[in-house]
């Protein structure tokens, strides 16, 4: 028996030791709920449930991503919405004034509506935003852009157009319709004679010049003439500039002007017809009735070499250029007008870059792309439309026809994208739910085991207590036999 080392009470202290190492342990994962809470419970387990709750996480953030898309497609269509509703009051109005009761008082008011209409679409165009981000102007889709933007501007793309390099050639301006005449025998002060009485016809609208009417009433009525059927009347002096006006009574002076009629807008389309019913009125004006008819601009594609297809087709329309291919393929060009322009290429380059991509996984590359186009009233083509004239209202109902048929095929792919979208939060959520079960068979603890595992702990830390108080008793024995 020794008494220097109490071998018995060392065994029971390390044996309590260690049922207190695995008791603390227990308790640890009871109070936090988790089977895991440091690396050295279960290296390889730690690495296994960081990399799942990474993805966890993951998909979580991609489900309130996929949400956000929807929300911002929504707001899209919502404006594209009223832009359908705006376009078939437009069509509205066109059929209206296509019909012969109406006179060019009516059609310039109804005029008036299709304009501010316009604006209201070109506005939308420009400021319709979610989180900041442009929505209808075509922020969101591909860029592109000229090398050389005094041949060509770009004004939109079909979803069919991938990047690339684009070459188009503009080999003839486009003009307006003109008619120039020289000065007349009207000078400021002078009145319209019986002689000069007459009517003024000009592309089926008519106005009467009557005796008396001074030279700036008679200008003012060719200028409201020329706005009805969507021209300008300029004026200008022998010398090119502004003529001249009667010091002090500031009156327009025919006898010092040149008076030009010139369509506003570009191409063959826009015609010019002057007549009058007293060639006397005529002359006293200054008018001619030659006509320099406008023309569309030419363009073509080189070689296949310049990035459109052998089965590519270019048309224009006035000073508009569109290219167009197989499967939807489309390309829209502002040709500029001067010599830089005439006989020139450009090389349009078309970027992967602009398109809005929503990152809908929990890894890299897991995105979709979303793509608005321009919807701007120059990209629907119904920036030109003018209802004053009974052949205007008629050329407008197309026009609008495409532009609503252009609206109603973006809604509809916003409508898919937005279907998409709602099954990617399903399958999201879905994900994230299995993956957060394989997570738990990992990490977390299971609490009825471990309660169950406690209380063994527990009783067995009791008894060795109780084991230790026992043998740091039998040293006291050994002072028995010393008192012998």
């Known amino acids: 028996m020794r008494i220097n080392h109490n071998i018995p009470a060392l065994r029971a202290l390390h044996q309590l030791n260690k049922t207190n190492t695995t008791l603390d342990k227990t308790m640890q994962r009871l109070s936090s709920g988790l089977r895991i809470n440091c690396a050295a419970d279960d290296a390889a387990g730690l690495a296994i449930a960081q990399k799942m709750d990474t993805q966890v996480r993951g998909l979580h953030q991609a489900n309130r991503n996929a949400m956000d898309g929807i929300s911002l497609i929504q707001t899209a269509e919502g404006a594209l919405n009223e832009v359908h509703a705006m376009l078939q009051r437009i069509r509205e109005l066109a059929v209206q004034v296509s019909n012969g009761t109406y006179d060019a008082t009516d059609r310039r008011a109804v005029n008036d509506e299709v304009v501010q209409l316009q604006n209201e679409i070109q506005r939308i165009s420009d400021h319709i935003e979610f989180n900041e981000r442009k929505l209808l102007n075509g922020e969101i889709d591909r860029r592109a852009f000229p090398d050389n933007e005094g041949v060509v501007k770009i004004i939109s793309l079909s979803d069919t157009v991938s990047p690339g390099s684009y070459k188009i050639k503009v080999t003839a301006d486009a003009t307006k319709a003109t008619i120039a005449g020289g000065p007349g025998t009207i000078d400021a002060g002078d009145k319209i004679s019986d002689a000069q009485v007459g009517t003024i016809n000009l592309n089926g609208e008519e106005v009467r010049i009557e005796k008396g009417d001074t030279a700036d009433v008679v200008f003012n009525k060719l200028r409201d003439l020329a706005e009805t059927i969507g021209a300008n009347l300029i004026a200008y002096a022998d010398d090119g500039s502004d003529p001249d006006y009667t010091r002090g009574a500031q009156q327009y002076n025919f006898g010092n002007m040149h008076l030009v009629f010139e369509m506003k807008e570009y191409g063959s389309e826009y015609k010019l017809d002057l007549n009058a019913s007293n060639s006397a009125l005529l002359s006293a004006l200054g008018l001619s009735t030659t006509v320099k008819q406008g023309k569309d601009a030419q363009a073509k594609i080189t070689s296949t070499a310049d990035g459109f297809s ?6 224009t329309k006035g000073n508009v250029i569109t ?10 060009f502002e040709a500029q007008q001067g010599a830089e322009a005439s006989d020139s290429t450009a090389n349009v380059k078309v970027l992967d870059a602009g398109p809005l991509d929503l990152q809908i996984g929990a890894n890299e590359g897991q995105f979709m792309e979303i793509r608005i186009q321009n919807l701007s009233p120059q990209a629907l083509g119904i920036d030109k439309i003018n209802l004053s004239t009974s052949d205007g209202a008629q050329k407008a109902i197309t026009v609008v026809d495409k532009a609503i048929n252009m609206i109603s095929s973006v809604r509809s792919k916003l409508g898919a994208y937005q279907n998409r979208l709602e099954h990617t939060v399903a399958n ?11 997570l738990s068979r990992i990490q977390d603890a299971d609490m009825a085991a471990e309660m169950s595992e406690y209380t063994q702990k527990n009783v067995i830390a009791q008894a060795g207590v109780a084991m230790l108080a026992q ?12 008192q012998g």
């Open 310 to 315: 052998a089965t590519a087709t270019v048309s």
């Open 323 to 332: 290219v167009t291919d197989i499967n939807g393929f489309e390309m829209m």
């Open 428 to 438: 999201l959520s879905v994900a994230a739910e299995n993956m957060t079960a394989s």
């Open 471 to 482: 043998a740091n008793q039998r040293p006291q024995q050994i002072l028995q036999l010393l």
